[in-house]
């Protein structure tokens, strides 16, 4: 007889190798056929909502990993909710205004050889980038579908949609009536390669060489503590900037030195004395007096190239850390120098037009400079300078400096008149409103609370034509019109002919009669607001879409602390009162290997589609939960191999190898919940690790959720799975025994089916069509985990077990199992089920030895009992015979003329019946 083929060998069609690449693409278009996700939605209809609003990715260019991880780990989040029950409608957004757009387009257009873009009409320029954009969503979308989002992308949402910028401006409006929208004469950051302003997020730092001086101003108008002619020692990196000085600030509270030196008197911090005796070479200098900086305030002083003058101020910014510990303050062209001159009525000077030329302001101070580029200015300044005698020191250093992102050429801070929303007055509002907000990660409540703090206000102008209009009229004097009345009015405008209609129209076609029948003239600009104004309003859509507000989660990159989740929640307070996310969370960015920011220079950029097309997305999606993704989140080619081998390990390891031994089992008809200590102890732990995961996906660790399939997969594999092995294979189909092992297994496997759904959707889908359930749905995620149906199928009970005594066989047979390897090494056994075993031990907890043998799986226990601690083991060949059916060794008396064992005997009989 061949005793193989009485054997329980199950098999399964679950495939050894994933073959994800080819598997994955019509697992996705089975979900699109089969309308599961607009099913989802609908049977969840009326559950509790916990809606992650998603922050709107750029269009523009193919995803990158960025974006991937960032896809990845919020799909996570909303196919683990919809799986718990609760209604969690995605809508993926896109930004559609802006810069980059523009910019794009008039590249690929020069490629095309078309219509250059600036020869376009505004109108013109805007349809263009409209389609340009609604191209780039298209390109997006379908790579964000390979990654294996739940969502079917039939409802979206774009900045550029006239029912998302109608929204948009009702906002903007609420800020004008709230008092907190004004323009004035700022310094921001200005391009003069763009030529606009731009946001923060725009802005790079790259290094470049700049003239690094050290120069004197002299005091004019001294006091107690400074005299006319004493000599104030800055430092500056913007040599062109001298001819805009309005004065010179100092900290309050640091010390500074006036001292003698080359017959001349300096006033420099204190700190910095001696680096500056270094510096200028002095050999001898005189320490003459000591005083704080506020004790020189409002001490007059001189430039010694130009007719200007200008006042000592206080200013908290200023350092001694560099530097003199004294700052040449020019308000037009930096926000510190700005804040600090309004504090004493001094308004912004900017003589630098918008393409980087100094301007016809300049005349009466330099008149050379008039017409040259400001960087060109440099070297005259310096010669100026020089020439006078108030230049002390002049090199040539690199440092970090910011550059407009697009053009790579770098900024300036120019005094500019701009739009502004006032943030002081909202500022206690917001800190209030986000007392509110659940931060998963304790230290995203202080960073955005500090990017609160530190804000002023808002620049929310742009000089750009793609984008949503500032749409406020000036009157005769030039002056912004604030009107309720009139507001309403051109939105009602807008919200028949889109925004296109303010490009195209004169002012006259916004005012109502109030103001045509006036018969004054009336003017309108062309700015646009802030991109991260439009995407900050995208709250919107919750409600526009019948969903709730706040939104449950909002979850980004790290960078949108400053980006989206400010912009988000100061337009949220300022129409809501109230944040617009309950809960907030921030992720890392993505890196190679090494650590490092992936750039084209370096080569080491991975791209996400490729890895799906060689890998498979859910190896990608495995690296995105097995990440920390609190820090930067590395990724390469020995990672996503490592990150392979751990999906193999839960394909075989727990998916084939339990789909195979349970294909004969019909949970509804076999299970059995029986006695066996150690089934129940699989099961007690099943219990408390599917705890562990439910805390962690609430947490939203993911990694805790792997780290803790995977720790049990990988202990059951080394143990429980080899000691049934007997059991399922030898045993009666409907032995008791063997049912109730197929009952662990069943739990093991759709337990961790449903854990690990929302990470291997496309794994998770394709053993679910292989497992044998009643009322099996058409998708692993239609299952509702809340529902009867689920308990009725999946839910399970077991015995308490005493798990001290388990913990105990562990260290037993890691003792057991030490003394065995050595005995395979010597060639005594060749398997471990030959193997005979003494131990001489306390046996506190009662084990048998037909217990022991099963557990060990080894021929043979003999138990030496004693009063001590300590074990004592003894193994040797048992000497038995094995049963030529089960391979298990008994003594010879034990088997029939076959060499089979009474229990495999019993077997073979009944399937003679």
């Known amino acids: 007889m061949n005793f193989k083929d009485t054997l329980n060998i199950l098999k399964t069609d679950f495939e050894m190798q994933g073959h994800l690449p080819q598997k994955e693409p019509a697992i996705q278009q089975q979900w699109l056929e089969k309308k599961v996700y607009q099913r989802i939605l609908k049977e969840r209809n009326a559950r509790e909502q916990k809606n992650l609003h998603d922050g709107p990715p750029y269009a523009n260019g193919m995803i990158h990993m960025g974006h991937a991880s960032n896809k990845i780990l919020k799909d996570i989040i909303v196919r683990r909710y919809n799986l718990l029950g609760y209604y969690s409608n995605y809508i993926a957004g896109w930004d559609t205004h802006g810069m980059p757009i523009e910019h794009a387009l008039e590249q690929s257009l020069i490629k095309q050889g078309k219509e250059s873009y600036k020869s376009m009409g505004v109108v013109q320029k805007r349809d263009a980038c409209k ?79 700049s003239d690094s001086i050290y120069l ?94 200008g006042p000592v101020i206080l200013a908290e910014y200023v350092l001694d850390s560099n530097g003199t510990g004294l700052v040449h303050n020019a308000s037009g062209f930096g926000m510190e120098d700005y804040l600090a001159c309004k504090k004493y009525g001094i308004k912004p000077f900017a003589p630098i037009n918008g393409a980087g030329y100094f301007d016809a302001q300049v005349k009466t101070i330099d008149p050379a400079l008039e017409g040259k580029f400001y960087l060109d200015a440099n070297p005259l300044v310096v010669e100026k300078l020089q020439a006078a005698g108030a230049l002390l020191s002049h090199e040539v250093m690199t440092h970090s400096a910011a550059i407009d992102w697009r053009t790579k050429k770098p900024l300036m801070f120019r005094a500019t008149y701009q739009w502004f929303i006032n943030l002081e007055n909202i500022k206690a509002g917001m800190l209030e409103s986000i007392s509110n907000v659940v931060f998963p990660n304790e230290t995203n409540k202080q960073q955005l609370s500090d990017m609160i703090m530190n804000r002023v206000e808002w620049c929310i102008s742009r000089q750009r034509y793609w984008g949503v209009p500032i749409p406020l009229i000036f009157d005769e004097n030039e002056q912004p019109i604030f009107d309720n009345e009139l507001n309403a009015h051109i939105l009602e405008i807008f919200k028949k002919e889109t925004t296109n209609v303010w490009f195209d129209h004169p002012a006259e076609y916004f005012l109502t009669k109030k103001y045509l029948d006036t018969g004054k003239k009336f003017s309108k600009q062309n700015d646009t607001l802030d991109v991260w104004f439009d995407s900050g309003t995208s709250y919107t859509v919750l409600e526009a879409n019948g969903l709730e ?4 989660l909002y979850f980004e990159g790290k960078d949108q602390f400053r980006g989206w989740f400010n912009s988000s929640l100061i337009n949220s307070y300022i129409y809501k009162n109230q944040a617009p996310y309950r809960q907030l969370l921030g992720h890392g960015f993505v890196v190679d290997e090494l650590g490092r920011k992936m ?37 390469g080619k020995e990672i996503l191999s490592h990150v392979t081998e751990m999906y193999r390990k839960l394909r075989n390891t727990l998916f084939k190898f339990v789909l195979s031994n349970v294909s004969d089992f019909d949970f509804s008809k076999d299970k059995v919940y029986d006695n066996d200590e150690v089934n129940n102890l699989v099961l007690s732990q099943l219990e408390e690790n599917l705890a562990t995961i439910n805390k962690a996906y609430e947490n939203f660790d993911f990694i805790s959720v792997m780290e803790t399939v995977l720790g049990h997969v990988i202990e059951l594999s080394t143990g429980y799975f080899d000691t049934i092995k007997d059991t399922l294979y030898c045993d009666e189909a409907n032995n008791p025994n063997r049912r109730a092992v197929q009952t662990v297994l069943y739990h093991v496997l759709t337990s961790y089916l449903f854990a690990l759904a929302p990470v291997l959707p496309h794994t998770c889908e394709e053993v679910y069509s292989f497992l044998k ?16 149906s689920y308990a009725t199928n999946y839910k399970f009970t077991h015995q308490e ?43 506190k907890f009662g084990f048998t030895e037909k217990e022991l043998v099963k557990n060990l799986n080894v021929a043979f226990v003999e138990f030496v009992s004693t009063n001590i601690e300590e074990v004592e083991v003894e193994v040797s060949n048992s000497g038995f015979v094995r049963c030529e059916r089960c391979w298990n060794y008994f003594p010879a008396d034990e088997l029939n003329e076959e060499h089979v064992c009474a229990r495999c005997q019993t077997v073979l009989n009944s399937l003679k019946k």
């Open 131 to 209: 389609q340009y954009a609604l191209d780039q969503i298209e390109v997006q979308k379908k790579q964000f579908a390979r990654l294996g989002l739940e969502s079917d992308m039939s409802t979206i949402y774009r900045t550029m949609d006239p029912e998302f910028e109608y929204h948009q401006l009702e906002i903007f409006y609420t800020a004008v009536e709230k008092g907190l929208v004004y323009r004035d004469l700022k310094p921001i950051y200005w391009s003069w390669s763009s030529q606009t302003a731009l946001a923060e997020a725009e802005v790079e730092y790259a290094d470049v060489k």
């Open 216 to 309: 004197t101003f002299e005091v004019t108008e001294g006091n107690d503590k400074l005299s006319t002619g004493d000599k104030l020692m800055v430092w500056t990196t913007t040599p062109w900037t001298l001819p805009s000085n309005q004065a010179i600030a100092v900290h309050p509270n640091l010390y500074y030195k006036r001292v003698k030196a080359n017959g001349k008197y300096y006033v420099v911090s204190s700190s910095r004395l001696s680096a500056m005796i270094d510096l200028m070479k002095w050999t001898a200098c005189e320490v003459v007096s000591e005083f704080l900086g506020k004790e020189v305030e409002n001490v007059k002083y001189k430039s010694e190239i130009y007719n200007l003058t």
């Open 549 to 552: 507000f706040p939104a449950e």
């Open 599 to 635: 750039s084209k220079s370096l080569g080491n950029g991975v791209n996400p589609i490729d890895v799906c097309e060689t890998l498979g997305a859910d190896i990608l999606r495995l690296w995105a939960a097995t990440n920390d993704y609190t820090t930067d989140m590395k990724i």
């Open 773 to 788: 359930v009643n009322d099996k749905l058409d998708s692993v995620f239609l299952v509702d985990m809340q529902s009867e």
């Open 801 to 843: 077990v005493n798990k001290q005594k388990w913990v105990y066989f562990k260290k037993l047979k890691d003792l057991v199992y030490a003394k065995l390897e050595q005995l395979r090494n010597k060639k005594e056994i060749t398997k471990n089920t030959q193997a005979k075993v003494v131990l001489t031990f306390d046996n």
